[in-house]
């Protein structure tokens, strides 16, 4: 009997203090998703990426605004927005205590400006990824004409886009054909 006791009390405390004490989370730990808005370049990578649905992006042409929304009731913390985000904007904390008296609580949202197109002035692409691409253009060395010219073919809506390429004479396809047979 006391041989058992003498083992017990070398074996010290095998219970956490947990909730009285913060628990230690792996380093690995997958917790709840924050967004850093500022970093955020509201591409919507995260929202396809999502198995859950738990991210939603939606445009807003009246107001000219993205929003961009994460239900922390439908998330399954699976890390798949944290891995697709390009400038590393989503990150997987280590806060796992996600009790709500609300359900509103339960929501997160970020709402970023749209890009108006050059030709008919709808809202159609975030401003900050438009400025995005453009500058990872110019940091692959394009430069002067060429940068101008992808420029204008980025701030103008693919409905846009592809009503100028049916107007432009030497992108019809039939014609090309045409003039290879003569």
């Given amino acids: 009997m006391f041989k058992l006791?003498?083992?017990?009390?070398?074996?010290?405390e095998s219970t956490e203090k947990y909730p009285f004490a913060p628990l230690a989370v792996s380093p690995d730990f997958r917790g709840k998703p924050e967004l850093n808005a500022s970093q955020c370049i509201s591409c919507g990578a995260c929202t396809r990426a999502c198995p859950a649905n738990a991210l939603i992006m939606e445009n807003d042409e009246a107001n000219g605004t993205r929003r961009w929304e994460l239900s922390l009731a439908r998330c399954i913390y699976c890390g798949r927005c944290?891995?697709?985000?390009?400038?590393?904007?989503?990150?997987?904390?280590?806060?796992?205590?996600?009790?709500?008296?609300?359900?509103?609580?339960?929501?997160?949202?970020?709402?970023?400006?749209?890009?108006?197109?050059?030709?008919?002035?709808?809202?159609?692409?975030?401003?900050?990824?438009l400025d995005?691409?453009?500058?990872?253009?110019?940091?692959?060395?394009?430069?002067?004409?060429?940068?101008?010219?992808?420029?204008?073919?980025l701030e103008t809506c693919p409905s846009c886009r592809r009503t100028n390429n049916m107007l432009d004479a030497e992108n019809l396809c039939h014609q090309r054909y045409l003039e290879e047979e003569e």
């Fill in 132 to 153: 995005y691409a453009l500058d990872m253009l110019a940091e692959s060395g394009d430069t002067g004409e060429l940068l101008e010219q992808r420029r204008h073919q």
């Fill in 82 to 129: 944290e891995e697709v985000c390009p400038t590393h904007a989503i990150k997987l904390s280590e806060d796992f205590e996600l009790a709500v008296t609300k359900k509103s609580d339960l929501y997160e949202e970020a709402v970023f400006s749209l890009a108006n197109c050059r030709e008919c002035g709808r809202p159609f692409v975030a401003r900050k990824l």
């Fill in 5 to 12: 006791l003498k083992t017990v009390i070398k074996t010290g």
